[in-house]
């Protein structure tokens, strides 16, 4: 099972460090988005040798292609996808009700179209439960109804309703499985060995040297496959920006006794004044011992704003998506690769970060393989924005560790404000 524990404070931010049954994760953390089970352009061994801690990926679209059933046969998630550190998997409720192929919503679930064959397939709380736990991911999201902004009269009363509704049979069905995985007195001794150490950032175990003229040899599908005993299962919260709904979400939520919540129901495009105040009259209200994620944003001004409220994790696909576009995170500020005023400069993407991109490519070179439109611009991109976000979790846990959080948050945003090429704004589907 999951195990939190908070070991800094500095106000309403926190740090600390949550153990799952594949590592330890440092808080507050950056889930680094691997939708389909890999991070678009970046490897396990790349994003470990950056001091990715958890991978986020999609229980939805894994269900379709390749099936949850083949990947639990060839060992779940982990060893299926290459990544042997903690996994989260989300639910597909936020895309789920904008996804082509939705047949219908009942009180039942989401009943969608296979994009492939046509097949007809009912997404209920319980059977967004089973597949991932077959899965076999160490935190797994429940399925939750999030209406889209703005909100049509009654949309977010149904909404709050309805996912609490489901809340209760996706906990029921979670607690089924648990039981049903209880070890009986001679199967106590875990065959998967100790739990691995912590990813920390910095000491990766990505770099290591490859063997010389030795076959390969992948370790066996049953390493490493997931047990039901450590799937952990979290609420989502909704309600929009109405503190009522919000409160009566988290009440009746939190009641499930789960081992951590999420708010969702923001980034529906709504004003970032409107996320900030939902985040802050929310965040308080969540159990303090718990793991609190704040689902798919966002900005580094977003995200820096929210540890401060005092959430512990984070994921957005922006550092990959933008990547893939030009558009790169600095100290600076953001700024688009593509510009002619970098078509000479030899310095590094970011003169503040150490990924492998900038100690050994120059802006110059980048924006060359951007306009040659060479897969490596967007890989390199990818990387260097992701270590950025990696740096920017790491940054604010020593700032809190160290009691001086709010200070770093401010210089943070002086410094950020400098470069002025403002953030990409294509859609390139994540
Ligand atoms: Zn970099």
Same mark, same amino acid.
């Given at each position: 099972m999951l195990s939190f524990k908070v070991h800094a404070h500095d106000s309403t931010a926190r740090s600390g460090l949550l153990t799952? =049954?594949?590592?330890?994760?440092?808080?507050?953390?950056?889930?680094?988005?691997?939708?389909?089970?890999?991070?678009?352009?970046?490897?396990?061994?790349?994003?470990?040798?950056?001091?990715?801690?958890?991978?986020?990926?999609?229980?939805?679209?894994? =269900?379709?292609?390749?099936?949850?059933?083949?990947?639990?046969?060839?060992?779940g998630l982990h060893r299926f996808s290459g990544w042997d550190g903690p996994i989260l998997t989300d639910s597909g409720g936020f895309q789920i009700f904008s996804l082509p192929g939705l047949r219908k919503i009942t009180e039942d679930g989401a009943l969608f179209a296979s994009p492939t064959d046509g097949a007809v397939r009912n997404f209920s709380p319980e059977a967004v439960v089973e597949i991932e736990t077959a899965l076999g991911a160490d935190m797994i999201m429940m399925l939750d109804q999030c209406p889209a902004f703005p909100f049509k009269p009654g949309d977010l009363e149904e909404a709050v309703e309805r996912s609490i509704r489901w809340a209760q049979r996706g906990t029921k069905r979670w607690r089924e499985l648990l039981r049903q995985d209880m070890p009986t007195p001679s199967s106590t001794a875990d065959a998967r060995g100790p739990v691995s150490p912590s990813p920390l950032a910095g000491e990766g175990r990505g770099g290591g040297t490859f063997g010389v003229g030795l076959p390969p040899t992948l370790p066996s599908p049953s390493r490493g496959a997931g047990k039901p005993a450590d799937v952990n299962l979290f609420g989502i919260i909704q309600g929009g920006f109405d503190e009522k709904l919000r409160a009566r979400s988290i009440e009746s939520t939190c009641a499930l006794d789960l081992p951590g919540y999420a708010l969702g129901g923001f980034c529906v495009g709504e004003p970032i004044e409107a996320t900030h105040a939902g985040i802050a009259m929310s965040a308080s209200k969540l159990p303090a011992d718990r793991p609190r994620y704040l689902m798919g944003m966002g900005s580094p001004q977003d995200i820096l704003y929210a540890i401060g409220q005092g959430l512990d994790l984070f994921d957005c696909t922006l550092p990959t998506r933008n990547g893939r576009n030009g558009m790169a995170f600095t100290s600076q500020g953001p700024l688009r690769l593509r510009n002619a005023r970098h078509a000479k400069d030899a310095g590094p993407l970011d003169p503040a970060c150490n990924c492998y991109t900038c100690r050994t490519f120059s802006r110059a070179f980048l924006r060359h393989l951007f306009l040659a439109r060479e897969m490596n611009a967007a890989i390199l991109a990818s990387l260097h924005n992701v270590a950025f976000y990696l740096n920017l979790m790491q940054g604010a846990r020593r700032a809190i560790r160290e009691g001086r959080f709010e200070a770093h948050r401010k210089e943070f945003l002086a410094r950020y404000g400098q470069a002025g090429e403002g953030p990409d704004e294509s859609e390139d589907e994540e």
């Open positions: 799952t =049954a594949h590592g330890v994760i440092e808080t507050p953390a950056f889930m680094t988005v691997g939708t389909l089970g890999a991070a678009k352009g970046l490897t396990p061994a790349v994003l470990r040798e950056h001091g990715a801690q958890v991978l986020l990926m999609n229980a939805f679209h894994l =269900a379709w292609r390749p099936g949850e059933k083949l990947v639990q046969e060839l060992g």
